[in-house]
């Protein structure tokens, strides 16, 4: 099967359950993202942005603090809202646990703050197609960032031994790589790789430097501006909402 319909087939199944009014996740996918990015008890955030209810009802940032991938995962599915799902990436501190333990609350007032970060062990590196703001990505401008991906991932292979691994963000593309200890400049990092790899159509993000940075939780659903479903006919120009999702994993990586 080729990558079109992979994709047709997969914003087929987004209208599908945007028609049946369920919870917008994938709950496995999901769990495989969370226990990837934290292991035994770390705490984390869920934070959703501009959530809202199946009546449209505006319930502003839904957050909670988790010490459970399996419990963060039944509670955003428990949830069912509309909105963006993201998880802070690094290990916090305990005690933010306390703020709101193992569930979500509406009209969250405090998140995370780069000093409630323990360490830093991930280095995200997040590859966009350019487009207007507030839109999705066309499947086109989708595979333009799949290009810049596979470069990415070829020169930390050359340079670094590797990454960690590569997923669809939704509309564009992630190259996630573990870092052990705090001594690598991220945002210098960052920069360089913009250098070496931008081009016309695609940007590497450089403002994603800081430890509280928070990101797409796969198996959650990207939603910028209005999903154009496929029917009647698959049409190149359709910006569609899609699910997040992990492509593939590094062979025999350590972190760089």
């Not at 869920?46 to 940032?61: C, D, E, M, P, S």
């Not at 193992?102 to 409630?116: I, Y």
Request: net charge neutral; glycine share 6%; aromatic share 8%.
């Amino acid at each position: 099967m080729t990558t079109h319909n992979k994709e047709q087939i997969r914003i087929r199944q987004v209208t599908k359950d945007l028609q049946a009014g369920g919870p917008l996740i994938c709950k496995h996918e999901m769990l495989n993202c969370l226990q990837t990015f934290h292991p035994t008890s770390d705490v984390f955030e869920i934070r959703v942005i501009k959530a809202h209810n199946q009546q449209g009802k505006h319930l502003g940032t839904l957050s909670g603090y988790f010490d459970s991938p399996k419990k963060a995962t039944t509670a955003i599915a428990s949830a069912n809202v509309g909105g963006n799902v993201y998880h802070t990436l690094n290990p916090l501190r305990y005690d933010c646990l306390a703020r709101n333990i193992n569930k979500l609350s509406a009209w969250a007032r405090t998140t995370t703050q780069d000093s409630d970060v323990k360490y830093i062990r991930w280095l995200p590196i997040d590859i966009d197609p350019i487009r207007q703001t507030g839109l999705s990505a066309t499947y086109e401008e989708l595979m333009l960032a799949n290009e810049v991906k596979e470069q990415v991932q070829e020169h930390l292979i050359d340079k670094y031994e590797g990454f960690d691994h590569s997923a669809i963000s939704g509309n564009g593309c992630y190259v996630m790589v573990r870092v052990p200890g705090d001594k690598l400049d991220i945002k210098g990092f960052l920069a360089e790789l913009a250098d070496k790899f931008n081009t016309d159509h695609v940007e590497i993000d450089i403002s994603i430097y800081n430890p509280a940075r928070i990101m797409k939780v796969y198996g959650s659903l990207a939603q910028k501006g209005e999903h154009t479903p496929l029917y009647p006919n698959w049409v190149s120009s359709h910006r569609p909402w899609r699910y997040s999702y992990m492509i593939e994993r590094g062979e025999q990586y350590n972190g760089i």
